[in-house]
């Protein structure tokens, strides 16, 4: 019995009348259901958002003066402030996007009241809320590191988006439903228990043990022209998706076992990857059959 039912009830039903009281689980119900799918328009308008963000922006011609030659950045700030400011940004998404996918944390966070079957929406909500803080707040630089020969440059931009299309298809694969917690939600709203999620080695998976995170290190690298800002975030989020690929071999692990291990043994983490957690690993004689 809820608060609220144990106040109306010492009330005689001077302060609910009975009909209120029956609703409450109803009103909650819709609350969930609110929840589930302001959810997804916010993940939908996050990655409208993500797929201009990673485009980047064309520098203007270098100039002697202003942020343009390096002196100062985006609107006559230093230069070190905007891409300090940038610095924290990109670590401010990659932080918690991490965290909240730890085994501990999420057990934490369900035993501090959030339902377990809304925990993939809560985690994309705050995925979509630093992300978009990152894209906001970004101060763009002029400043070129790097730039591809323009007769090239087509070419980049067609490979970063069907980097988009490898990115959904691996998504798909994973399944996208439990990326965004519409799987577990939709199964709440129809009133069905959770159901574990199964692995399964198909598509690119047979050969590549992360190609969601291959295709998103492609989106952050595949951009005609480095400016001073997007070498930042290649430098931060190429460090964020080694680890993260890392972390999730080792969620893996401990959630499936020795499947997930005979997976590691036969397929690399990423192409050319010679040693290390995300080459082949071979089996520990102990844990081999």
């Avoid at 302060?15 to 997804?40: D, M, Y």
């Avoid at 970063?160 to 299309?165: D, E, P, Q, R, T």
């Avoid at 998103?216 to 190429?238: H, K, Q, S, Y």
Wanted: aromatic content about 14%.
């Amino acid at each position: 019995m809820t608060f609220v039912h144990l106040v109306a009830a010492s009330c005689g039903g001077r302060l609910f009348p009975q009909s209120a009281i029956t609703a409450l689980p109803s009103l909650g119900r819709w609350c969930g259901i609110g929840f589930g799918l302001a959810t997804h328009l916010l993940f939908a308008f996050t990655v409208w958002h993500l797929i201009w963000f990673l485009a980047g922006h064309a520098p203007t011609e270098i100039s002697p003066e202003g942020g343009i030659a390096g002196v100062s950045g985006s609107f006559g700030k230093p230069l070190l402030q905007t891409l300090g400011l940038d610095a924290l940004l990109a670590i401010i998404f990659a932080v918690p996007h991490s965290l909240l996918l730890l085994p501990s944390v999420r057990r934490w966070l369900t035993g501090c009241g959030i339902d377990s079957a809304m925990y993939g929406c809560f985690y994309c909500v705050v995925t979509c809320i630093v992300l978009l803080i990152t894209i906001l707040c970004w101060q763009p630089s002029d400043l070129i590191v790097w730039g591809w020969p323009r007769a090239l440059r087509p070419w980049i931009t067609a490979a970063f988006v069907c980097s988009w299309g490898l990115l959904l298809s691996s998504l798909h694969l994973t399944g996208l439903g439990y990326q965004t917690g519409w799987t577990p939600w939709w199964r709440w709203v129809r009133g069905l228990p959770p159901v574990r999620r199964e692995f399964t080695q198909r598509g690119a998976y047979r050969f590549l043990r992360h190609p969601v995170y291959i295709s998103f290190l492609a989106l952050v690298w595949l951009t005609p022209v480095v400016t001073l800002d997007r070498a930042v975030l290649i430098v931060i989020w190429t460090a964020y998706i080694f680890i993260g690929s890392a972390l999730k071999d080792r969620r893996l692990v401990l959630l499936i076992g020795q499947q997930y291990r005979e997976y590691q043994s036969r397929v690399p983490g990423y192409p050319g990857m010679p040693a290390g957690p995300l080459a082949r690993v071979p089996l520990m004689p102990h844990t081999s059959r």
